[in-house]
């Protein structure tokens, strides 16, 4: 008799929890959200792959490839605060669930470092002289 008002309570109220797949919550107000690389912006540079705690992201900066882990990321966004040119973004989306693991893969143009050009150090300068006689 003790457990017969929990009971009557629990099959008469609505479900404490979600169907999951059939209903969504709504992600908070500060949610991080799943990592996107805009990766025509991208130069390459590798500052998002270093400031990584868990090296989810490695950088080819010679073949252009930008790859994430989205199964080691934890969702800090140090890497999105440390891009300089702003291309990385944490959209306010949920990752579905995955059977397997897979990573993101984003290929772009490898920026080419520009030359000195004709002049080096120290070319192009000229020293005073003493002239003789």
Not at 68 to 75: K, M
Request: with cysteine; net charge positive.
């Amino acid at each position: 008799m003790y457990m017969l008002k929990n009971v009557l309570r629990n099959l008469s109220g609505k479900p404490a929890t979600r169907l999951y797949p059939l209903e969504e919550r709504e992600p908070f107000p500060a949610y991080r959200g799943v990592i996107t690389n805009d990766v025509e912006r991208c130069i390459f540079c590798s500052t998002c792959a270093k400031v990584c705690p868990t090296d989810a992201i490695t950088v080819d900066a010679k073949a252009g490839q930008w790859v994430y882990d989205p199964f080691l990321c934890v969702y800090c966004s140090a890497c999105v605060e440390k891009c300089p040119t702003k291309c990385l973004m944490q959209v306010p989306t949920h990752r579905k669930p995955s059977v397997t693991k897979f990573r993101v893969l984003r290929t772009g143009t490898p920026r080419v470092k520009k030359s000195a050009g004709a002049k080096g150090k120290g070319e192009g300068r000229t020293k005073d002289k003493p002239e003789s006689d």
